[in-house]
């Protein structure tokens, strides 16, 4: 028998790590208004987790009742949003996943709220890091404290 595929993820900071084991097939993004205030973003990436075998495996989000139906899971050490959990299921916030770019979102939710520039944003100028001549000694300088994108043993590291 073929293994199932594996997927890993956590928090920016670490203190949540969740493991997923089963193929995940339906990831989207929703432009509803209470996902842009939950992620504080344009719109939310969400990765449905039903049917696959999903844990948490360092510490849990605390959670927000965003609606009687719908609660809202994010660190609290961090502030990271992690899940969107309905009675239907729960998604998995896509970037908080080690590897985003293997969940390509396949659908749009709530388009009625999609913000009118969204549409544009793949034709903006655009500049790799590097390339931002005034954050030059800013990239200089910069100590991550993020989590790396692979589970660890011991996290912060002593
Ligand atoms: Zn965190
Ligand atoms: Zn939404």
């Given at each position: 028998m073929q293994a199932l595929p594996e997927y890993s993820g956590g928090c920016q900071c670490g203190a949540i790590r969740f493991h997923v084991v089963g193929a995940l097939t339906h990831s989207s993004i929703c432009h509803c208004r209470m996902c842009q205030k939950a992620f504080g973003a344009y719109y939310a990436p969400l990765v449905s987790v039903r049917g696959s075998e999903f844990r948490w495996t360092r510490g849990e989000p605390r959670r927000f009742?965003?609606?009687?139906m719908v609660k809202r899971g994010f660190c609290?050490?961090?502030?990271t949003p992690l899940t969107y959990e309905a009675p239907d299921g729960v998604a998995v916030a896509?970037?908080?996943?080690?590897?985003?770019?293997r969940l390509p979102p396949t659908i749009q939710y709530?388009?009625?709220?999609?913000?009118?520039f969204v549409d544009a944003l793949g034709s903006l100028s655009a500049l790799r890091s590097e390339e931002d001549a005034e954050a030059g000694d800013f990239l200089l300088h910069i100590l991550s404290h993020q989590h790396p994108d692979h589970d660890t043993a011991e996290w912060p590291p002593d």
């Amino acid at each position: 028998m073929q293994a199932l595929p594996e997927y890993s993820g956590g928090c920016q900071c670490g203190a949540i790590r969740f493991h997923v084991v089963g193929a995940l097939t339906h990831s989207s993004i929703c432009h509803c208004r209470m996902c842009q205030k939950a992620f504080g973003a344009y719109y939310a990436p969400l990765v449905s987790v039903r049917g696959s075998e999903f844990r948490w495996t360092r510490g849990e989000p605390r959670r927000f009742q965003s609606s009687n139906m719908v609660k809202r899971g994010f660190c609290a050490d961090c502030g990271t949003p992690l899940t969107y959990e309905a009675p239907d299921g729960v998604a998995v916030a896509a970037g908080a996943f080690d590897e985003p770019a293997r969940l390509p979102p396949t659908i749009q939710y709530g388009i009625e709220a999609k913000l009118p520039f969204v549409d544009a944003l793949g034709s903006l100028s655009a500049l790799r890091s590097e390339e931002d001549a005034e954050a030059g000694d800013f990239l200089l300088h910069i100590l991550s404290h993020q989590h790396p994108d692979h589970d660890t043993a011991e996290w912060p590291p002593d």
